[in-house]
């Protein structure tokens, strides 16, 4: 099993800037994925960054250039910063990790990023 505890949410203005980390514990050498999707309400949950073991990251066009997904393997904690936020970012973030081992997805509670304009 994997756990996933995210943090870091909150308000915000317009343009201003919020990390949030994901602390993993568990049964993590079994992850080959990790990374980030939002819910706005009424909507579906979207990719925001993702991670793989080898280093690549992939980013949804809508937060190209403005948020950066990083990690540090010896917190076991991956982390997204999120600059010049828009009211469009409001949403719950939710961290993921996936096992290919077990082909199996593992979620955070979710945090919630809300952006006033």
């Known amino acids: 099993q994997v756990r996933l505890v995210e943090s870091g949410g909150g308000l915000v203005q317009a343009g201003g800037s919020l990390r949030l980390s994901c602390a993993a514990s568990?049964?993590?050498?079994?992850?080959?994925?990790m990374g980030w999707y939002r819910q706005a309400p009424g909507k579906q949950r979207d990719l925001v960054a993702t991670?793989?073991?080898?280093?690549?990251?992939n980013y949804a066009d809508s937060v190209k250039g403005r948020f950066t997904i990083s990690r540090d393997n010896a917190k076991n904690t991956v982390y997204l910063q999120m600059n010049n936020l828009k009211p469009e970012d409001t949403a719950v973030y939710y961290c993921?990790?996936?096992?290919?081992?077990?082909?199996?997805?593992?979620w955070g509670k979710g945090t919630q990023v809300t952006v006033s304009s």
């Open positions: 991670f793989t073991n080898g280093g690549t990251t």
């Open positions: 993921n990790a996936y096992s290919s081992r077990y082909d199996k997805d593992y």
């Open positions: 568990g049964y993590i050498v079994s992850i080959n994925y």
